[in-house]
């Protein structure tokens, strides 16, 4: 299996990998995670669409993906995964569709912006408020 968004909560012994498409370019939602000690592969509960070109950032142990396409359709929502319990939660969506967008975080906020469609506007999403 080949996925293209692989990244590793800071400090963590895993790298995860999202989403993103295979070798036959179909779109995916499962997510697995290597254990960095013993280069062994785990797979993870999926995400709730398949899809690629999403925005994904690490705030303490969970991973905030949102936004990306499955080609058809350009996606606003936001999804946290907890690595201590393996589990999804959906939040509350961004204001605007995007895909192949930057994100970042910066003082415990997350920020969004531009996407494929040229969208101009940033976005701040709060974890604590849960608002965007």
Sequence with gaps: MQQNSP?????????????????????????????????EWENLPSMSQSKYAFGAVVIEDKIYVCGGTDDDETFNNLDVFDCRTNTWTELSPMLNE???????????????????NHCSIVEEYSPDTKIW
């Excluded at 990244?7 to 295979?22: E, V």
């Excluded at 995007?98 to 494929?116: A, E, Q």
């Design 98 to 116: 995007r895909c192949h967008f930057g994100i970042t975080t910066l003082n415990g906020k997350i920020y969004v912006s531009g996407n494929g």
């Design 7 to 39: 990244f590793s909560p800071s400090g963590a012994s895993y790298l995860y990998c999202l989403g993103g498409t295979n070798e036959n370019n179909q779109n995916l939602s499962s997510v697995s995670r290597m254990n960095l000690i013993t280069k």
